[in-house]
Every structure is written in C-alpha cells, then in structure tokens.
C-alpha cells in the first residue's frame, strides 16, 4: 500500500487538493473515493482512508472540497451569493451538495480516469454521495452520518459549533487542517443555519438509487437522529443499515472495528 503525497488538480479553474492510495489488488477492484464532512478535509481523515485501502485490497482517492484543506478558497465566502469568471463566489447556496454530487464529482472522476468507483462519504459527504448515485453508475455507496433532510437536532448543534467557533477552542483546532479556516467554517456554517436550507430534502431522489448502499448512523448522533437512515430504508429497499450503540457523529472513529468489518462484508457483496 502507498500514499502518495497532497497533491493538486485543476477542475474547473479551482485547484483541489488530492491524495491516492495505491491499492494492493487487482485492476478490476473499484476505487474507493473518500468525501468528507461539512468542515473535513484531506488530512481530517487521518490514517483511515490507508488503512481501510489495505484491508479491502483497493486502491483510493481522498480529495479536499473547495473551501477546505489545501483547496483553493471561495472569495467573500460571507458575501452575497454570486458568480464571477463562470465560478461561485460568497455565500453557499442551498443547493451546495447538489452542485458538488452533480458538477465538480464527476468532473474530477473524469480527470482522473476512474470508473464506477464506490463512494465513502462522511455527514456532508454522505449526502454528495447518495445524490451522485442517484443521478450516476457507481459500484457502491457506503454513507455513515449522511442528512436526507433538516433536522431540528441538527440546527441545535450547528449553532453550538458557531459558538464554539467564535468563542471556544473550535478555531484553534480546525486551523491545522484548513489553509483558510474561517473559509472552511463559514461556508458550512451560514449555508446551514439559513432559513433557505430549512427545506432542503433528496428523500424524492433516493429512489434512483439501484447501486448496493450502506448507510451508518451513531445513536448518540448530536448532528442527526435514526430517521436519516431509516428514509433510506424507506426509499431503497435493497440498501444495508448500520446502527450503532455509543456511538457519536464519526462512526469510524468512534467504532473504528465495527465499520470495518461492515464496510469489508459489503466490498464482498460489491464485488461479487
């Protein structure tokens, strides 16, 4: 297994920063693309996009969105929501995950020559994932903590990680992940708490979904409750779900083993 160092690529005229995992396998095994939560990035990942690449014998990709990491920034990212030169500047808008799942995803997927990867994607990148899949073929879809829709949990705890920012040590914290920190939060943080976003919903699209998927979610979850999951369920019949006990809005740092072995039992059903 080798990972290669950060690196950068230019999609659409923003730099995004990407890093591959050389896998161990075979040419025929999927790639495993790694999307990262609302404030993640590339190094938020740690060692576990690796680790997990060399248990499943595949080859990865883990990639900063633009606005986090090492990616280029998004100018006046508390300014009105506009365009300049084809590119989206200030304020995300409502429809951001959209716009990740449907434009930049596959426009980076292109560059780099991968084919039907299945998709790991983490809160945020949970959400990419499932609307990628439903409009794309991808061999699989693994989602832990993903959001069909806006929960009051979820407001409650966004607006504690305002505060946090503002006032406490979330700052400090993300500022050794992020080359412009309050680019990353901001973006995330005013999108979520806008009246606009209140309404945001892709339970009607999961139903395109015919891929094999796996969805996790932590019953001790502050960003979210059992229901994101369970409207999976509810949409597509043939997706696996993974419930688990003590466990916060990171299942695979808080039941680091139980993922695993979930994630390498459905690789199977993937592959075969």
Same mark, same amino acid.
């Given at each position: 297994?080798?990972?290669?160092?950060?690196?950068?690529?230019?999609?659409?005229?923003?730099? $995004?920063? /990407?890093? *591959?995992?050389?896998?161990? %396998?075979?040419?025929?095994?999927? &790639?495993?693309?790694?999307? +990262?939560?609302?404030?993640?990035?590339?190094?938020?990942?740690?060692?576990?996009?690796?680790?997990?690449?060399?248990?499943?014998?595949?080859?990865?990709?883990?990639?900063?969105?633009?606005?986090?990491?090492?990616?280029?920034?998004?100018?006046?990212?508390?300014?009105?929501?506009?365009?300049?030169?084809?590119?989206?500047?200030?304020?995300?808008?409502?429809?951001?995950?959209?716009?990740?799942?449907?434009?930049?995803?596959?426009?980076?997927?292109?560059? $780099?020559? /991968?084919? *039907?990867?299945?998709?790991? %994607?983490?809160?945020?990148?949970? &959400?990419?994932?499932?609307? +990628?899949?439903?409009?794309?073929?991808?061999?699989?879809?693994?989602?832990?903590?993903?959001?069909?829709?806006?929960?009051?949990?979820?407001?409650?705890?966004?607006?504690?990680?305002?505060?946090?920012?503002?006032?406490?040590?979330?700052?400090?914290?993300?500022?050794?992940?992020?080359?412009?920190?309050?680019?990353?939060?901001?973006?995330?943080?005013?999108?979520?708490?806008?009246?606009?976003?209140?309404?945001?919903?892709?339970?009607?699209?999961?139903?395109?979904?015919?891929?094999?998927?796996?969805?996790?979610?932590?019953?001790?979850?502050?960003?979210?409750?059992?229901?994101?999951?369970?409207?999976?369920?509810?949409?597509?019949?043939?997706?696996?779900?993974?419930?688990?006990?003590?466990?916060?809005?990171?299942?695979?740092?808080?039941?680091?083993?139980?993922?695993?072995?979930?994630?390498?039992?459905?690789?199977?059903?993937?592959?075969?």
């Amino acid at each position: 297994m080798h990972i290669n160092g950060s690196q950068k690529i230019s999609i659409q005229g923003i730099q $995004l920063e /990407i890093q *591959r995992v050389s896998g161990t %396998g075979t040419a025929s095994q999927p &790639t495993l693309v790694f999307l +990262h939560e609302g404030l993640g990035s590339v190094a938020m990942w740690r060692d576990w996009p690796a680790q997990l690449c060399q248990r499943l014998g595949c080859a990865g990709l883990v990639y900063s969105r633009r606005g986090y990491g090492q990616s280029d920034a998004v100018p006046d990212v508390r300014g009105p929501s506009d365009e300049a030169d084809g590119q989206r500047v200030g304020r995300l808008l409502p429809d951001y995950m959209h716009e990740e799942a449907l434009v930049v995803l596959p426009a980076l997927l292109r560059a $780099l020559g /991968i084919e *039907r990867p299945v998709l790991l %994607g983490h809160s945020d990148g949970g &959400t990419i994932a499932l609307i +990628h899949a439903s409009h794309f073929e991808v061999a699989g879809c693994v989602v832990m903590a993903p959001h069909m829709m806006v929960e009051d949990i979820s407001i409650a705890a966004i607006t504690a990680a305002r505060d946090a920012f503002e006032n406490g040590p979330l700052r400090q914290r993300l500022s050794a992940y992020h080359a412009d920190v309050d680019c990353a939060f901001w973006q995330w943080n005013d999108v979520w708490l806008s009246e606009a976003f209140r309404s945001f919903d892709i339970r009607p699209e999961l139903g395109e979904i015919s891929a094999p998927l796996l969805a996790i979610q932590g019953d001790a979850d502050p960003y979210g409750t059992m229901a994101q999951i369970d409207e999976i369920a509810q949409a597509v019949p043939h997706a696996r779900l993974l419930k688990l006990p003590d466990c916060g809005h990171s299942p695979h740092r808080d039941q680091p083993e139980a993922v695993a072995q979930a994630i390498e039992a459905f690789m199977a059903q993937v592959r075969a």
